[in-house]
């Protein structure tokens, strides 16, 4: 089982910037795809960003050019950079974990964190 831990979530203008971060801990060498997804009130969690081991990243295209997803493979870590947050991008921020295909183990789910743009 892998366990994630995220933080950086707070209440920012638009405009404004944050960062956000998850660590993992557990069975982290059965981690694959690491990111980001996000959820709004009466909405559906929607992809944010992710990040495989090698570096290759795909975004969701309502943040294409505004956020950067990164990840440090030694500590196990993922960051999300946030740049010129608008009101839509509130939500709750969870982090995920894909593990390789091979375990056969479910995804991993942090607890998220909540970012809050005001306008």
């Known amino acids: 089982q892998v366990q994630l831990v995220e933080s950086g979530g707070d209440l920012v203008q638009a405009g404004g910037s944050l960062r956000l971060s998850c660590a993992a801990s557990?069975?982290?060498?059965?981690?694959?795809?690491m990111g980001w997804f996000r959820q709004a009130p009466g909405k559906q969690r929607e992809l944010v960003a992710t990040v495989s081991p090698g570096g290759y990243t795909n975004y969701g295209d309502s943040v294409k050019g505004r956020f950067t997803v990164s990840r440090d493979n030694a500590k196990l870590t993922v960051h999300l950079q946030m740049n010129s947050l608008k009101p839509e991008d509130t939500a709750v921020y969870y982090c995920?974990?894909?593990?390789?295909?091979?375990?056969?183990?479910?995804?991993?789910w942090g607890q998220g964190t909540q970012v809050t743009v005001s306008s």
């Open positions: 995920y974990a894909q593990p390789y295909a091979h375990t056969a183990l479910p995804p991993s």
């Open positions: 557990g069975n982290t060498g059965s981690i694959n795809v």
